[in-house]
């Protein structure tokens, strides 16, 4: 991996299908990187996040992270259990950018 990163959280913009790509040491990293991505969408476009969807990951259902979006106004969706489809458009870009990495360590 790349200085140790080991996961990465993709963020995908469902109007415009723009996808962010953030490689972290550690699944936990996500709220810190979801919180630079929030900043980073309000200082480039003006606008807050309004809505976001997630499967079930431990990493998306801290308390840290559920308090800090109710704080910021965020609704979060999540997935059904089993149900990877229902965040087809991720799941999609992490099978693609796996299959990326893979030729790029090898």
């Known amino acids: ?9 993709t963020i995908v ?3 415009s299908r723009f996808g962010y790509v953030y490689l972290l040491k550690d699944k936990f990293e996500s709220f810190q ?3 630079y991505f929030a900043t980073l969408i309000y200082n480039q476009h003006g606008v807050n ?3 976001i969807q997630s499967d079930r990951g431990g990493e998306f259902m ?5 308090d800090w979006m ?3 106004g965020i609704k979060h969706q999540t997935s059904a259990p089993y149900t ?3 965040n087809g458009v991720a799941e999609r870009r992490n099978g693609i950018l796996q299959t990326m990495m893979r030729c790029l360590l090898d």
Not at 1 to 9: A, I, N, P, T
Not at 62 to 66: E, I, L, P, Y
């Open 13 to 15: 913009d469902n109007h």
């Open 49 to 51: 996040i309004a809505r």
């Open 84 to 86: 990877p489809a229902q």
């Open 1 to 9: 991996s790349f200085g140790g990163r080991k996961y990465f959280l």
């Open 70 to 72: 109710r704080k910021k």
């Open 62 to 66: 801290s308390q840290q992270f559920q």
């Open 33 to 35: 990187a979801f919180k």
